[in-house]
């Protein structure tokens, strides 16, 4: 089956660095994503991760491990309107079937002055 | 560019009533998606469209959900009838071709059934 797990709250401090973790187990991997989401909006795509390792874009980066079936989205220099939920998501391809992206409940993110 | 639009934005209806949402995906997006996205929840996939052809409608509850996609732009949502656990977001998203992985979602239709 499929399984994605990744803590409900976290709090950090404007200006400091938070880790949001992510643990999957899918039948037929195919990438990970990572999706900001204001309440009340849309979600909006922010990173994607195939291969092992770090992939970095402004204040955030994503990693990936598949070895180990985990991710983690880093925010550097936290800015009030990085508040928001942050959902991860894995592309799963089961056998003879379509990609299919399954997204875990996500991380609701407060950023405090 | 214009991105993906939905309509409407919130509906409050009784339940056994029926509801239809509406989606109109960005412009030469040939992949379109219907989820469903419960509070504190992450988007549930209902049905994907390759164009015209419904390709994956496996989670999409049959006896009393169903989806259009007529000409291979525009989509919609029925419920029929509505029942009080339908409430939800309802969100549509499209893509380029393929699933990619990066959609591009509308900013939904909230459904409340009382």
């Known amino acids: 089956g499929q399984n994605i797990d990744q803590p409900t709250e976290m709090t950090a401090t404007e200006g400091a660095i938070v880790q949001i973790n992510c643990t999957y187990q899918t039948s037929g991997f195919n990438g990970l994503f990572w999706y900001q989401q204001h309440a009340g909006e849309a979600p909006t795509f922010l990173s994607y991760?195939?291969?092992?390792g770090l992939e970095e874009k402004g204040r955030f980066s994503s990693f990936l491990s598949r070895s180990k079936g985990y991710s983690y989205l880093l925010l550097k220099e936290l800015q009030m309107k990085d508040s928001a939920s942050y959902l991860c998501a894995v592309r799963d391809k089961p056998h003879g079937g379509y990609n299919k992206l399954i997204f875990g409940a996500g991380t609701r993110l407060a950023v405090h002055p | 560019e214009a991105g993906v639009v939905q309509s409407p934005r919130y509906k409050i209806i009784e339940k056994k009533q029926p509801v239809a949402f509406w989606c109109n995906p960005i412009?030469?997006?040939?992949?379109l998606y219907w989820y469903r996205q419960n509070l504190g929840q992450g988007p549930e996939l209902l049905i994907r469209y390759e164009n015209e052809e419904a390709v994956d409608d496996s989670q999409l509850p049959k006896d009393r959900f169903s989806a259009e996609r007529l000409k291979g732009v525009d989509s919609t949502l029925k419920i029929q009838p509505a029942e009080l656990g339908d409430s939800a977001v309802y969100l549509c998203a499209s893509s380029l071709w393929g699933d990619t992985g990066e959609l591009f979602f509308g900013e939904g239709s909230r459904l409340t059934v009382l």
């Open positions: 991760n195939v291969l092992d």
């Open positions: 412009s030469g997006h040939n992949t």
